[in-house]
C-alpha cells in the first residue's frame, strides 16, 4: 500500500491533493450525468404510458359512441309504410 501512495506521489508531485480533488470531482460529474439520464429515461416512460392511456380512453369513448348509435339505430325500426319507400327507393 505505501509502495502505490509512494508511486502516486511521485507522479503527481506535492499537488496530491488538487489531483485527488480533480478527480473527486470528476466523479461526481459522471455520477450526476448518470442520475440525469436515468431521470429522463423515467420520464419517457411515464409520458408514454400517458399517452397510452389517453389513446384507450379516446379509443373506448368512440367505441361506446358507436355501440350507443347502434343501439338506438336498432330500436327505431321503420314501420311497413317506410320500409316499402326505401325499397322503392334502393337505400338500404
Known amino acids: 500500500m505505501d509502495l ?3 508511486l502516486i506521489s511521485a507522479l503527481a508531485g506535492p499537488e496530491l491533493g488538487k489531483w485527488v ?9 459522471l ?15 411515464a409520458q408514454v ?3 397510452n392511456v389517453r389513446a384507450a380512453a379516446r379509443q ?3 367505441l361506446s359512441a358507436i355501440r350507443e348509435e347502434q343501439a338506438r339505430a336498432a330500436s327505431n325500426a ?3 309504410d317506410e ?10
Open 78 to 80: 321503420p314501420d311497413e
Open 49 to 51: 404510458r400517458a399517452e
Open 21 to 29: 480533488a480533480g478527480l473527486v470531482a470528476g466523479l461526481g460529474a
Open 83 to 92: 320500409l316499402s319507400e326505401i325499397l322503392k327507393e334502393g337505400r338500404f
Open 31 to 45: 455520477l450526476a450525468l448518470i442520475v440525469a439520464r436515468q431521470r429522463g429515461r423515467a420520464e419517457g416512460r
Open 4 to 6: 502505490i501512495l509512494d
Open 60 to 62: 373506448q369513448a368512440e
